[in-house]
């Protein structure tokens, strides 16, 4: 049981350049998240979904594009990076409900140059 | 506006000693309440979570956790701490369709 991956743990991309993360969970989770962490400001939630084909703002939004067209994967996507999004990316999932426990894979080191 | 606040950075405490970290909510009604830990390189990990009933609530790791509403606080403690316990410490409230506002963290180092 590999929980929640994220793919890949380490990136390094220039400004204005594109790519996509990848989450996958085999908990069969209604919820997926997808939270960045800088230092001193804890994490923040990007986007979310409650459920396959649905897809949600969070806190901090702008710049990023998400899908969530299988159930178990969650796909986030910057299309023009910027040196503001130089995080650590973590993704999460949890079953339904108000205070289901959020299970979280191991981040994604984003460098934007 | 609703949220967690944790006002230690960071905190240094001897191999064996008492921890407590500090967690104040602000929030009108009673909320669901969480503490989270994040050892080095790793993703978070649920340590206890409050929703009503008994305010002294257990968790893994020997860690405990009280809620006190007329102090507005959910400290986390642990009688005595071990090396591996150094981390980050996150606590966090539940806001809404299934989402938790995180505070700032509490980075917790453990003198030999």
């Known amino acids: 049981n590999a929980g929640v991956t994220q793919t890949p743990k380490f990136r390094v991309l220039k400004t204005g350049q594109s790519m996509t993360l990848l989450c996958a969970q085999d908990m069969n989770h209604e919820y997926m998240y997808w939270y960045r962490q800088d230092p001193g400001m804890g994490l923040r939630l990007i986007h979310y979904?409650?459920?396959?084909?649905?897809?949600a703002k969070g806190e901090v939004p702008d710049g990023y594009n998400v899908s969530r067209l299988k159930k178990q994967n969650f796909l986030l996507g910057l299309e023009s990076a910027a040196p503001s999004q130089t995080s650590v990316y973590f993704c999460a999932s949890s079953t339904t409900g108000e205070v289901a426990e959020q299970y979280f894979g191991p981040g994604t080191r984003l460098t934007v140059t | 506006a609703q949220s967690v606040t944790q006002p230690d950075i960071h905190i240094t405490v001897s191999e064996g000693a008492s921890l407590e970290l500090r967690c104040n909510y602000s929030?009108?009604?009673?909320?669901?309440l969480f503490w989270y830990v994040q050892s080095p390189g790793q993703g978070l990990q649920l340590l206890l979570k409050y929703f009503s009933g008994d305010t002294l609530v257990q968790g893994i790791k020997g860690f405990e956790a009280e809620f006190k509403r007329s102090q507005s606080s959910f400290n986390l403690r642990k009688p005595s701490v071990h090396w591996s316990d150094a981390a980050e410490y996150f606590c966090?409230?539940?806001?809404?369709?299934?989402?938790?506002?995180f505070g700032s963290g509490t980075r917790l180092s453990i003198r030999p």
């Open positions: 966090a409230w539940y806001s809404s369709a299934s989402k938790i506002i």
């Open positions: 979904s409650v459920g396959e084909g649905t897809t």
């Open positions: 929030y009108g009604a009673t909320p669901y």
